[in-house]
């Protein structure tokens, strides 16, 4: 018997998955490096629409051709050293699945060499884990384009279907676009997770709130515009006792840990230049965190002490979730327009109302707001930023105050909000005609003679002044960053 597809890796991501593909009607082969591994899944599973390989060379000759291998392996050098000892077993078409968190650079390169050898290369973004690679994942194919048709039935079948039944899954675009979308989905999860820590500090130490009220409170934002996985989620935490019937949440240590696509999501915003402001607080903030020692010393030597919100608190409470709801479109509308540098840049032609549906189930970030994006992108795919969409600009406009006043009433209490405050920093600015940056460049040509453009001529045209009477006219070279 020949099998549809094999799988390398059985931790989480990769048994899940493996199980979810055989649910769908497919017949898989599967392999790990530690042998025990993959005969104590063969026990587990049975070995009926499953087929146990203890060596390279078993797997792919088990394989129906195109073969069809995905890796669900830590990303990185073992990425690339599993690729070199398959790359000698494969022929011309066959086909290698990165499903895996790797960095879409290494994606693009993995294309290009696979290529080379006549192979195909799909480097995928899988998100939703354990609950969602049993149950339906979000899906973000990209790489080789002729490798889509013979790898498209099987990754939507077993993607997430939103409720509709719209499939999680699409094709995302050349090389690296794959992993770069799922990128930027983790940054902005990111974003989305410390928005939410942030206004659990502003219940828990400013509205000195229990948590079965913060439960309550989240429960009920559920079923309003704010519906989500993480919402949803966060609710349930607060409701979780301890083994000595405590609740768990104030037992976990407030240092929180990252694995980097955050990270590469705000570098990235750097190459490419995009104010990616409230998802790189968002990674600090976890660093931040870390520096749990040095935050105990400052406390006592600033006297730290988070005082307790006076007035109205469900009045509050209101602003609040208006306050979350802009911020959270801030995060989004800088991730998208990441996504639409990073397209001009890397040649891809990516299709933001997909990206938006594809999100819309089985991953980290799903929620019913992603179909807000979706309806803005389809009205215009040229859409320069979210913020210029009808829906969204009556949106913050609705909310806006309340936002201001959550972010100065929680500066005034002491409360540490850097989401929430940059994301309105960001506001602000995107929505003001003229910055200071004129004074910026006055400074940087008389320093440095980094030259200035005019406001009474015409865009691309610079210029150089001598300020002190001292200097030349020769000028530095002309960049922008």
């Not at 650079?105 to 696979?114: K, V």
Request: aromatic share 10%.
């Amino acid at each position: 018997m020949k099998y549809d597809i094999a799988v390398v890796g059985l931790a989480v991501m990769g048994e899940n998955l493996a199980r979810n593909i055989v649910s769908k009607g497919f017949k898989v082969a599967v392999f790990n490096r530690h042998e025990g591994v993959v005969d104590k899944f063969i026990e587990k599973y049975g070995e009926g629409d499953f087929k146990a390989a203890h060596s390279y060379e078993e797997l792919v000759a088990l394989l129906k051709k195109p073969r069809k291998i995905l890796l669900m392996i830590k990303a990185g050098k073992p990425v690339d050293s599993v690729i070199e000892t398959l790359i000698p077993l494969l022929e011309e078409g066959d086909i290698i699945i990165d499903g895996g968190n790797s960095y879409y650079q290494d994606s693009i390169r993995r294309t290009e060499y696979l290529e080379s050898k006549g192979l195909l290369f799909v480097g995928s973004g899988v998100s939703g884990g354990e609950e969602g690679a049993l149950l339906g994942p979000s899906i973000m194919p990209g790489g080789s384009e002729k490798a889509w048709p013979l790898v498209k039935d099987i990754l939507q079948k077993i993607a997430a279907k939103t409720e509709r039944g719209e499939v999680c899954c699409d094709w995302v675009g050349q090389d690296g676009a794959g992993h770069f979308v799922k990128m930027v989905h983790n940054g902005i999860e990111y974003g989305d997770i410390q928005l939410i820590t942030e206004v659990y500090q502003i219940m828990r130490d400013s509205l000195k709130m229990t948590n079965e009220e913060i439960h309550n409170v989240f429960l009920q934002w559920n079923e309003t515009e704010l519906n989500s996985y993480l919402i949803e989620i966060t609710s349930v935490i607060f409701t979780k006792k301890d083994e000595d019937g405590s609740y768990l949440i104030d037992n976990i240590l407030d240092t929180a840990g990252q694995k980097g696509t955050g990270k590469w999501t705000a570098i990235s915003a750097l190459d490419e230049g995009v104010p990616l402001t409230l998802i790189g607080e968002a990674v600090f903030a976890r660093a931040l965190s870390s520096m749990k020692n040095q935050r105990i010393k400052a406390a006592k030597v600033f006297n730290k002490e988070i005082k307790e919100f006076i007035g109205d608190k469900k009045g509050f409470l209101d602003q609040l979730k208006g306050a979350l709801y802009c911020a959270k479109i801030i995060s989004y509308a800088q991730g998208f327009a990441l996504m639409q540098e990073a397209a001009k840049t890397y040649g891809w032609n990516l299709n933001y109302g997909n990206i938006a549906l594809m999100w819309r189930g089985g991953c980290i970030i799903r929620s019913a707001f992603l179909g807000k994006i979706k309806e803005a992108y389809d009205q215009n795919p040229n859409l320069d930023n979210l913020l210029l969409d009808d829906y969204f600009k009556k949106a913050v406009n609705e909310r806006s105050e309340s936002w201001r006043i959550v972010v100065a009433t929680s500066i005034l209490n002491r409360v540490p909000i850097p989401a929430l405050s940059t994301a309105l920093s960001y506001f602000d600015g995107y929505t003001t005609e003229n910055l200071p940056a004129n004074l910026l460049q006055a400074q940087r040509d008389y320093f440095g003679a980094h030259t200035y453009e005019r406001r009474d001529k015409a865009r691309g045209e610079f210029y150089h002044t001598n300020w002190t009477g001292k200097g030349g006219t020769t000028s530095s070279t002309i960049y922008n960053a």
